[in-house]
């Protein structure tokens, strides 16, 4: 079949359902009645976005600001439909706005994985084809990735490009794409890595050229890895003001900042502000009942905790410990997630970390040491699995050491209940076991690190001291419970947005827009508060 005969397929396959959603919308119809079969899932959210209707601007913004919406991957629903979606609520309030769009000219982007390569063009086509279709429906000024390359290839662009630099976003990428959380060297990531340089190149190229047309605010998707990363540090660079976004722990949940760096979960300043503050009672029993619904995760976007939380003879009894010895529990992350990847501060690596943990364990019998691995491994998957690191290093453990592997169902608040203290690197226990009034030491940077509630260690020396005079090592629990759920009411009932205004069917999928026109979308009350914040560079967080 010839690529314009597939491509022609292609686009009827998209357009025909869309277009029927479309009709059905406009005719009244909700979406949740569009849903029932794929492919009208599939497209249901480009027939939304042509339905809803156009308001008219009330009292338009002043100034009027031009706002871009780097969105890149078009196939990505969460990412076209929350960008679009503001894009459409900052335009009914008399904004200039913009999507820029790959239109498959990238030699490596987060669609292109290791195990499609044989289907990298059809992954770019349908990719490229779902953002046109959706912008288009949206009816938003767009500008396309191969465009906006052309436009910046000068000395200039090249003078600008060569003083930066990429290696970071490289490697992140790099692991993304092997799921590993260490590099072999090996002739295959050496290949895709020049891949994803010439990518960086290109997405820099294409920030450069935005640049020219003087934005006033950028916003894009995480901004980690080379699709979006090169861009924001073009942006950073020239001072243009960039805020980036994420999928939350809450289910359908987001959570966006304001960066000049990395991408983190970062509400520093407003920590600062109100660490000190008691909660109120209403802010109490709100906090309390989401940190009680994550025994199950039945409030959260993932499940991670596959077990019944046990008695803590039952645990004691079910991992042979001894209840008269420390026992210390380290919890893993993902090794190639950027939630957790090129955070370290005390060692090397987080593999590098467990093994060492592991070995000064075997040395030391009179304390205990049990190694959670994240269940994020068999629900997102990597392969560099923790079970076969340490098995490599260690084929028989040490007598006083046990693993739970990912798939076990174990759940963690089972095991904080047994816990003397925590481990970490960046995994969330950190922040949970201190609301236990169980004592946490992490080693790497993580945003609840430096907050008061948490033991941090800066070096792999003063990380083993402190586990050898652990007699000796005093901690005001109370003070760090309190500060704890003071950390954890801003991190998830202000810092986690409800997105509710786009409906989610399965996590990241989203498929309508909840809304009939522009002015219901802009009355949302995260959408409105996305949109004050954009305008007037506030802190992306609910009100006290």
């Not at 706005?97 to 994985?113: F, Q, T």
């Not at 590993?180 to 820099?204: H, P, S, W, Y």
């Amino acid at each position: 079949m010839s690529s314009s005969v597939s491509n022609l397929a292609l686009r009827l396959k998209q357009d025909l359902p869309a277009t029927v959603a479309r009709v059905c919308l406009a005719l009244g119809a909700k979406p949740q009645s569009l849903l029932r079969g794929k492919r009208f899932a599939e497209a249901c959210l480009i027939g939304s976005f042509a339905a809803l209707k156009r308001s008219p601007v009330a009292v338009p913004a002043e100034p009027p600001l031009r706002v871009v919406f780097f969105t890149m991957l078009g196939s990505h629903s969460f990412m076209t439909g929350t960008e679009l979606a503001l894009a459409r609520a900052m335009r009914n309030r008399g904004h200039e706005v913009h999507v820029v769009l790959c239109d498959g000219i990238l030699p490596a982007c987060e669609n292109r994985n290791t195990g499609n390569a044989d289907n990298w063009d059809l992954v770019c086509r349908k990719c490229a084809l779902r953002g046109r279709g959706m912008a288009g429906a949206a009816g938003i000024t767009t500008h396309f990735f191969s465009d906006l390359v052309a436009a910046a290839s000068d000395a200039e662009a090249d003078r600008l490009i060569e003083a930066e630099d990429f290696s970071y976003i490289v490697e992140s990428s790099l692991y993304k794409f092997f799921r590993v959380g260490r590099l072999a060297g090996t002739a295959e990531e050496k290949e895709q890595g020049r891949r994803i340089e010439d990518a960086c190149r290109l997405t820099a190229r294409a920030a450069i050229a935005l640049s020219r047309l003087a934005p006033d605010r950028v916003l894009m998707s995480h901004g980690v890895y080379s699709s979006w990363a090169p861009a924001l540090q073009i942006f950073n660079h020239l001072g243009i003001s960039t805020a980036v976004y994420n999928k939350g722990k809450r289910r359908n949940s987001g959570v966006i900042n304001w960066v000049k760096g990395a991408m983190d979960w970062d509400v520093s300043r407003e920590w600062e502000r109100v660490k000190d503050r008691e909660l109120s009672t209403a802010e109490l029993a709100a906090i309390q009942d989401y940190l009680a619904s994550r025994v199950t995760h039945k409030g959260d976007a993932l499940k991670y905790n596959f077990g019944e939380k046990e008695e803590r003879e039952q645990t004691l009894k079910r991992f042979d410990l001894d209840a008269a010895k420390p026992i210390f529990v380290l919890f893993t992350n993902v090794l190639w997630d950027a939630a957790s990847a090129q955070k370290e501060i005390a060692f090397p690596n987080a593999v590098e970390w467990v093994m060492e943990t592991i070995r000064w364990f075997a040395a030391h019998p009179d304390k205990q040491l049990v190694v959670k691995i994240h269940p994020a491994e068999v629900v997102i998957g990597t392969n560099q699995p923790f079970v076969r690191e340490i098995e490599r290093i260690f084929p028989q453990l040490p007598e006083n050491v046990r693993v739970i592997a990912p798939q076990e169902k174990v759940n963690s608040w089972s095991i904080t209940q047994i816990t003397t203290a925590g481990l970490v690197h960046t995994s969330t226990p950190g922040m949970e076991l201190p609301l236990e009034g169980v004592p946490c030491i992490v080693v790497s940077g993580v945003h609840y690190r430096g907050k008061g509630f948490t033991l941090d260690i800066g070096s792999r020396e003063e990380y083993f001291r402190m586990l050898d005079r652990w007699e000796d090592v005093v901690v005001d629990r109370e003070r760090c419970k309190r500060s704890a759920l003071r950390y954890a009411h801003l991190l998830f009932e202000r810092y986690h947005l409800d997105w509710s205004f786009l409906i989610e069917r399965g996590y990241g999928r989203y498929v309508a827009i909840n809304a009939r026109s522009d002015a219901e979308l802009a009355a949302h009350p995260t959408v409105k508060l996305v949109c004050d914040s954009l305008e007037r560079q506030n802190d992306f967080l609910r009100a006290n």
